[in-house]
């Protein structure tokens, strides 16, 4: 199986990330990193997702099958895969570790 990239786009309406992440599991596509949030357009986020597929044949399903997710403007395959696991590797790496880490940050 081969690591492959992804940028999805999306209007901000609740369940979408949910819509998205379950269509990968109904194809037997493992999700290994997830980021998303807000983007600088107003009512849209993003979503960066590293995914392992078996061929690339898969990969162009899962592209197709997303577009047809409600509220999905843009679905595109990211060539540099090693670079996009880097930047979430060392966001990983920056991110609090507990629930109680994250509350005391916010108050």
Do not use: W
Request: charged share 20%; hydrophobic share 45%; net charge negative.
């Amino acid at each position: 199986m081969e690591r492959h990239a992804l940028s999805v786009t999306a209007e901000n309406h609740p369940g979408v990330l949910t819509q998205v992440c379950g269509l990968f599991a109904t194809r037997e596509a493992n999700i290994q990193y997830l980021a998303a949030g807000p983007t600088d357009q107003r009512g849209l986020s993003h979503m960066t997702i590293v995914v392992r597929a078996a061929a690339q044949l898969d990969v162009e399903d899962l592209v197709d099958h997303a577009h047809k997710v409600p509220h999905v403007t843009a679905v595109d395959v990211l060539e540099d895969v090693d670079t996009v696991v880097d930047e979430l590797q060392a966001m990983n790496e920056r991110a609090p570790r507990t629930v109680g880490s994250l509350t005391q940050r916010a108050f």
